[in-house]
């Protein structure tokens, strides 16, 4: 048995849920090339709203993936990079993402499977 306490305290849980997000993904991806302001991590990835980019940012810098640095001029910007623990995560996920396209065809065959025993099933009621 899983208790509720052991699965929200789980290491593994947490990680999924932050990088199972629609954003963060995108944004460790763009951080892992060069370091952004704001206004060009708005500009860069298409559909994000301000809010929820800000909420990103927010979350992926307090749990340590990446750093916001205030670069003191008027109007005050920020900029953005990934620290050491985000390119950790990143060459991490980029392992899953080879792993998920040499896999791509093993979902296909299992829903497939599925689909005949159903229709086996049904023909035998």
Known sequence: MV??????????????RRVGDTWSLVVIRLLAERAYGFNELDRAIEGISRRVLTRTLRGLEADGYIRRTSLGDRPARVQYSITDRGVSLRE???????WAVADRGGDTEAKARIA??????????
């Open 92 to 98: 991490q996920l980029l392992l899953l993402g080879q």
């Open 3 to 16: 208790t509720e306490e052991q699965r929200r305290d789980c290491p593994v849980t947490g990680l999924l």
């Open 116 to 125: 005949e025993l159903a229709e086996a099933g049904s023909q035998k009621s």
